[in-house]
């Protein structure tokens, strides 16, 4: 069974969301906004808590990991941390409180005013982000949501708001993943 067009329409439907991103001065705009946050962060001597659910946490660790360990240069680590990497403290609040509250948790014990957190929803709607939105932002922590087209109940918490035009999940993550590798990027030239 030939799948030719099929893999060619896919990349097609990429390619267009990625256009519609590059048309869209204001959501640029954001993401130099959300960039000049981490760098201003990290020159406090601040961190960036990142969390997400399934490609969203894997998102979370990738963008995590190219912070603290290097993008493009040989250079110091930054304190970046996706919050969905302890297994052991994932299940022991999931089992003890409520799935729900696992990221909010986290917050409250590891952020600090000055800190960014990145939360990673392509709906932007799923509890356990909401929730750690929520508690950031009590914390004066700055805030970024990376989402779909309408941003979800995210939306309502007025963070800094990084909507992907698309209501397609795997769209959404393939381009959630280039804003993230546009900040690292932002990041490492600006500081190093």
Not at 107 to 116: H, L, M, N, Q, T
Not at 162 to 169: E, F, G, I, K
Not at 170 to 175: H, L, S
């Amino acid at each position: 069974m030939n799948q030719l067009p099929h893999i060619a329409s896919v990349i097609a439907e990429s390619i267009q969301v990625k256009q519609a991103l590059l048309q869209d001065e204001a959501l640029l705009a954001r993401l130099q906004l959300a960039a000049d946050w981490c760098i201003s962060a990290f020159q406090q001597d601040r961190k960036v808590l990142l969390c997400g659910n399934g490609g969203s946490a894997a998102d979370a660790q990738h963008i995590a990991t190219e912070l603290s360990g290097r993008f493009y240069k040989d250079r110091a680590a930054l304190f970046a941390e996706a919050l969905n990497i302890n297994t052991a403290y994932l299940t022991a609040v999931a089992n003890d409180y409520s799935f729900d509250y696992i990221f909010q948790r986290a917050i409250e014990a590891k952020g600090r005013a000055g800190d960014v957190f990145i939360g990673i929803s392509t709906s932007g709607n799923s509890p356990n982000v909401l929730n750690a939105m929520r508690q950031a932002q009590t914390q004066d922590m700055k805030t970024i949501a990376m989402t779909g087209q309408t941003g979800g109940k995210l939306a309502d918490f007025n963070p800094l708001l990084l909507n992907v035009p698309s209501c397609d999940t795997p769209r959404i993550q393939e381009a959630h993943i280039l804003i993230g590798h546009i900040i690292c990027e932002l990041v490492e030239t600006a500081l190093f």
